[in-house]
Structures are given as structure tokens and as C-alpha cells.
């Protein structure tokens, strides 16, 4: 997996002070997006383990209390960033378990196939939906078009 940006610190995807790491890869490639720089699978840097572990330590970190982990691109649920990504959520989950994970994809929720239905167990909030340009809207929340849905799941263990 590749990934174009990460921020440490990240007040504007998703509720509170978050960590938010934009993996590369997106098929979608909707007409106006704001990241066009991150639809080739191969754009930015490539994905490691130290970047994993540095993202678990800024969520440990009590000098910034962060509320959790944002995921954006590109496509976290890109075919080809599927495993990277469930292994990253569930380690979240493991070693930071009071930290929300946010996910938004270009991909609907009732489209999901099973490898990517993997991943909601660990999804706290999906901002699922492609970017439609004449349904932009600036003053939505977590959204830049009307059509995306913003689902809050609730997981019992």
C-alpha cells in the first residue's frame, strides 16, 4: 500500500483531534475531487511497518489527547489496500482501544463485498459514497456532496 499524507494532529476529518493517514489508490475517480493526487495505487510513499507503529504511538500519546484514526484518500477500501488496512484497524483496536476509527471511501455500503465488509467490525463511523459534483455542498459535515452517508456503527463485543 501507498499513502500520500499522514498528520499526527488532524482537527478537520472527522470529530475531534484525530490522526488521519490519505492512502493512495482509487478507482472511482470522481469528476471534481480535491485529491486527484492520490488516485494511482503507487502515489506518495510506500506503507511500512514504522509508519504503523508510529501511528499507534501518537494515539498513546497523552501530551495530544486524540479521539481517533481517520482514514481518507484516495480509497481505504481499494481491493489492493484491503489487508494493509485491516491490519492496521485491528491493531488499533488491540493496543488503542478507547480511540474511534473513521473511514471514507468512494464505495456504498450496501456495494461492500465481503473483504471489504471485514473491515466494518472496526469502522466506528463509514462516510460512504462517490463525490458527485452537482450535488456539492460546503456546508455539510464530514461530506462534500449530499448523496454521501455518514453511518455511525455501534459494535457489541
Not at 481517520?70 to 489496500?81: A, E, F, K, R, T
Not at 466506528?124 to 456532496?145: C, H
Request: a negative charge; aromatic letters at 8%; hydrophobic letters at 35%.
Amino acid at each position: 500500500m501507498h499513502y500520500s499524507a499522514y498528520h499526527s494532529v488532524d482537527v478537520v476529518n472527522g470529530e475531534g483531534t484525530r490522526c488521519t493517514l490519505f492512502v493512495s489508490g482509487c478507482e472511482h475517480a470522481c469528476k471534481g475531487c480535491y485529491n486527484q493526487a492520490t488516485w494511482r495505487l503507487d502515489a506518495g510513499h510506500s506503507y511500512s511497518q514504522g509508519l504503523e507503529d508510529n501511528i499507534i504511538s501518537d494515539l498513546q500519546d497523552e501530551r495530544i489527547i486524540r479521539q481517533g484514526l481517520s482514514l481518507s484518500g484516495g480509497d481505504p477500501l481499494h481491493p489492493q489496500n484491503l489487508s494493509a488496512v485491516l491490519k492496521l484497524v485491528k491493531r488499533v483496536k488491540a493496543e488503542c482501544p478507547t480511540k474511534n476509527i473513521w473511514l471514507w471511501t468512494g464505495y456504498r455500503l450496501a456495494e461492500l463485498n465481503e473483504s471489504q465488509q471485514a473491515l466494518l467490525h472496526f469502522i466506528d463511523v463509514l462516510v460512504d459514497g462517490k463525490f458527485v459534483q452537482a450535488l456539492a455542498d460546503p456546508s455539510l459535515i464530514w461530506r462534500g456532496s449530499s448523496n454521501q452517508i455518514v453511518h455511525r456503527f455501534s459494535h457489541q463485543d
